[in-house]
């Protein structure tokens, strides 16, 4: 049986503060992924053997960029500003940033909830849904948003690493993921 990272990505490898950072990282109009916490979800990674399962609303566009065989639609890079973040989602930009961001430290998304969820306010019964196709051994998820249907299910409370936006992944977390995932 897999162990899974079921992971969200804003407020969890980035923050609004890295809209301040110079230069602006070059992601299309969204916020970076901060290299330090990739590093630290690698130490997850690395610790348990745990497969990431993308849960974040980076989703959508990295399941467009696996759709289309790891490739984006070519645009000049003169036509980017004539796009909104939505278009750019469509294409799989953003999915393109993540796995790269990823791959530079050797992750990779294995898959993702999307078509485990109905409505995607109610993380947790896409988590849930996804277990019941893929039985885990165990799993760990890394949200920085309490959905309700998190607050809800004691199934998902006991393997939930709740962040807040501020502090991100931290070494605490990353212990603390650990500690899930290896059943202690």
């Not at 960029?65 to 750019?88: H, P």
């Not at 998304?109 to 996804?130: C, F, K, M, Q």
């Not at 199934?155 to 605490?172: E, F, P």
């Amino acid at each position: 049986m897999s162990k899974y990272i079921f992971l969200d990505i804003d407020g969890v490898l980035n923050s609004e503060e890295m809209l301040n950072h110079k230069p602006f990282p070059k992601c299309r109009g969204i916020m970076g992924i901060e290299k330090s916490k990739v590093k630290r979800l690698k130490k997850i990674v690395e610790a348990t053997g745990a497969e990431i399962v993308l849960t974040s609303s980076w989703k959508k566009s990295f399941d467009t960029f696996k759709r289309n065989g790891y490739r984006v639609t070519q645009i000049d890079e003169s036509e980017l500003a004539n796009f909104w973040a939505e278009e750019l989602e469509e294409l799989g930009y953003f999915g393109k940033y993540l796995s790269n961001k990823l791959y530079d430290q050797k992750l990779r998304v294995s898959d993702t909830t999307s078509r485990y969820e109905r409505n995607p306010n109610y993380r947790g019964n896409g988590i849930l849904a996804y277990l019941k196709d893929h039985p885990a051994e165990a799993y760990v998820i890394l949200d920085d948003e309490n959905f309700r249907d998190y607050q809800s299910r004691s199934a998902i409370q006991d393997h939930l690493v709740l962040k807040d936006y501020i502090t991100l992944l931290s070494d605490n977390d990353v212990y603390k993921a650990i500690t899930i995932l290896s059943n202690n």
